[in-house]
């Protein structure tokens, strides 16, 4: 599985699951704790698009349901996905700073 | 508002997530941008339904059912068509030199078609050939039935052979509406929704084109809605085989595949 399977909606989960990695969180709180932490206003339609893709191939999953909202989580399958994806992030990410560095 | 734009959502989808869509929101507020992203969220939800809200046999049964109902439309469409060539009389637009190569073009590109996509959807891909095949020769009995018994305003020679193509053609490309949403869906996936979007778009100015410059076809004017159909239809299948033609060299992704 690869992040590029999700289409448009690669940013997206990629956010929702790194919102995820410090513990459960409803809707609403993902898209606050993604703000904070990537500047990124999600809409609701974009969210769930993105929510409906990762539980489908139960990298998070739904909790039982509190006052209407249902907090999500991510599944060991989800951790191990989302470290792939922050590696070869954070590989590249040195890549490109060094070659920064090199021409500067 | 909101229960109009959660109207928008497959039901499936809404039996899953809208009550805690409704509390996100109730938290949040809708802006104006809130309800564009809406729209375009349920807009791909129904272009690709979650595996994990429906049941198999469900998605199986839809497709069938479908296929059936397009089946049956195909064949009334073209029974419509065929009472306007013989009652409306205005078939004098119809120029032979032209639409025979047109039409057989139309058929070999349909068919290529056919061909292309057999790998990315080999299940879909059967079914259109054999409502293809079987709506032609429909097509073509109900043409002999029909002239066996009306008068001759009916037509011989090449002009027959063309008129039955034709019909076999409208049933066709008619019957092929099933098959090239689920392409649509395809392709709407690959470049998003406003790929989708794109095409109704491109559809009603067709149609408005089609309705706009032929006014002199009026007592047969639905006849060129069909025609303007196949007209759009014709350009939806080409943009969809570039679509994937262009799809298979996208890369695949920015971040290098591990070693």
Known sequence: ?104 | MLALLLRLYPRAWRERYEQEFRALLDERGLSAGDVLDIVVGAMDARLSPRQHLMEANMLQAGDKTGLRIIGVGAVLCAVLLWLSIINGGSVGFVDGTLMIPGIMVMFVISILLHLACRKHDPQRSRQALQITAGCFVVGLLIFLVLRQQSNTQLIVGWQGVFLAGTFGLWIVLNARIGFAAGLLRSWAMLFGVAAGVLWIILYIVMMGFDLAYQPELSSSGWMVLLFGTAIVWLIAQILWALGLALSLLLPRGLVPAPQ
């Not at chain 1, 989960?13 to 932490?37: C, F, N, V, W």
């Not at chain 1, 339609?45 to 209407?68: F, K, S």
């Not at chain 1, 989800?78 to 021409?103: C, K």
């Open chain 1, 1 to 104: 599985m690869n992040l590029a399977d999700f289409g448009r909606f690669a940013d997206p989960a990629l956010l929702i699951l790194t919102s995820l990695a410090d513990g459960p969180k409803h809707g609403y709180a993902m898209m606050e704790d993604i703000q904070r932490l990537a500047g990124v206003r999600l809409g609701p339609g974009t969210l769930y698009g993105a929510l409906a893709r990762l539980e489908e191939r139960a990298l998070i999953e739904a909790l039982p349901a509190e006052d209407r909202r249902h907090p999500y989580q991510l599944t060991p399958a989800g951790r191990v996905f989302l470290r792939e994806q922050l590696e070869r992030w954070h590989q590249l990410t040195g890549i490109g700073l060094e070659r920064l560095a090199g021409q500067a």
